[in-house]
């Protein structure tokens, strides 16, 4: 019998439909469990989210959840889901009939399911038990203990509010928002000795208080990793989208002592991705959360180190060093170097949306704001697949989504497969040769004016939502004097530094630049901040591991 080693406050949760069938598998579980655990069942997938959202708020720490399969409105697989972002280390077991059993092995891809038991489960003693008791056993061998939830008081139309929220979000930081014209939020100010004139105001889990603070100061303050361990590695690794994951993760495996520089959050443009269904080994789909975080836990357990909030301003060469440099003027080293900086979304020129972004205008998906949207009519400005994604995961809550794209289709600059679930989608609207031509609101966006490419006739709409999606720039002008680069800042490698088969005029050695290696030997680039680069997930993570199968090379020759 499993031992009671966690107080009774820890819970093991159980949903079914059938009321029945949700009171005898309580039964059994209380009868085996009851001393040692705090049993919770719930007779809907809403109740239960509700249950662990009440559960995660007062800090209980949730070992198993238990979900059948076949439940009306939102079914066991659904429920998992949305489950493994509030209990991420809780088990997940789907309860499935014989018929079921493809869904059920299906699911592993999605909630990473731990187990999936067929019903009926008679005897407990044969069937039920002895799982759950390896379930347990996992489970407290894990780091599972609840952590102290850091709390964040701001006002809904703040772009400080937004852009921390957003940052702890990427960052896997649990935190609970408060508004500052709410009860409780005045409470926090006035604890804080706030007068709510600078917000966010930001309460570590340790009681620190914070007003407005920068990345790199909220990142020390709520425990994630600024600064490195060495002064030397084999290999830095500068930018924690896809590329950078993936050359991490693989140069970390083979043994290379790796450091990973993150200016903001890991997943890059595809962490933000609310449904990533191309991928391969994802028949159902993954939110660019759950693969950016997989990837991270994935690269630490391999070795690799992982800095948050440091932003890279300089590139030197110094004999066999290639020494990467901060904002703060301080520096570290290493034999050979991945850039894997991606791209940030272009910004929308038209008047008034500079003065709006955060407070209505947002870049990128933004997905700490979706849940405000819920019965409001939105805005998605772009035609390629972020914007598409983006537009599908919006309407699942929102009254309308229009797309606005400039050009005559959306054929043209997005995957098949979001092309066609936009048309079936019957709250989504597409406005091709439309742009934005000025956003207007005090504080916060109220409408923006749509002007028509090819007529250039306009028209004011009442809007308070836009997420935008409008092309990307490469984030490479510190390399600037350094490494080379095409006339739109991507960074040129490999054959295109050979286009006339000489190698750069400053290249010494006597090879010819390795595929992604830049016109500095040592140097590297992979995913989309390489010119002529596919962008795309997949191929950003096998450039990834390419260029650590290259900087193997050049270190075995140097």
Known sequence: MAQAVETARTVILTVDDDPGVSRAIARDLRRRYGGGYRIVRAESGESALEALHELKLRGDPVAVILADYRMP???????????????????????????????????INVVDLDHYLLKPWDPPEEKLYPVLDDLLTAWRSSDHRPVPATKVVGHRWSARSSHVREFLARNQVPYRWYSSDEPEGRRLLEAAGADGRRLPLVVTAEGAALLEPEPAEL?????????????????????????GLGAAVYGASEGLRTVLVERSATGGQAGQSSRIENYLGFPDGVSGAQLTERARRQAARFGAEILTAREVTGLEVSGPARVVRFSDGSAVAAHSVILATGVSYRQLGAPGCDDLTGCGVYYGSSLTEASSCLGQDVY?????????????????????????????????????????????????????????????????????????????????????????????????????????????????????????????????????????????????????????SAKRVASAVGEGAMAVMLVHRYLEQS
Do not use: K
């Open 73 to 107: 409105q939102m079914n066991g697989i659904e429920f998992l889901e949305r489950a493994l972002h509030v209990y991420p280390g809780a088990r997940r077991v789907l309860l499935t009939a014989y018929a079921d059993t493809n869904a059920a092995i299906d699911a």
């Open 219 to 243: 990142a020390a303050r709520v425990g994630l990793a600024t600064t490195p361990a060495a002064d030397f590695y084999d290999l830095v690794v500068i930018g924690g989208g896809p590329a």
């Open 380 to 532: 998605v400005v772009g035609g390629a697949n972020s914007a598409g994604q983006a537009a599908m995961y919006l309407a699942r809550g929102a009254r309308s989504v229009t797309l606005l794209v400039r050009g005559r289709s959306l054929t043209a600059s997005m995957s098949y497969y979001l092309v066609q679930q936009i048309e079936e989608a019957p709250n989504i609207t597409v406005r091709t040769r439309t742009v934005v031509g000025a956003a207007h609101g005090d504080g916060h966006l109220e409408q923006v004016t749509l002007r028509d490419v090819d007529s250039g006739a306009s028209e004011r709409v009442d809007c308070q939502w836009m997420f935008v999606f409008i092309g990307a720039a490469p984030l490479t002008d510190w390399l600037d004097g350094t490494v080379l680069r095409d006339e739109h800042g991507f960074i040129l490698a490999g054959p295109d530094l050979t286009p006339d088969g000489r190698p750069p005029a400053e290249w010494e050695l006597d090879r010819p630049p390795y595929h992604l290696e830049t016109n500095v030997p040592g140097v590297f680039v992979a995913g989309d901040a390489r010119a002529q």
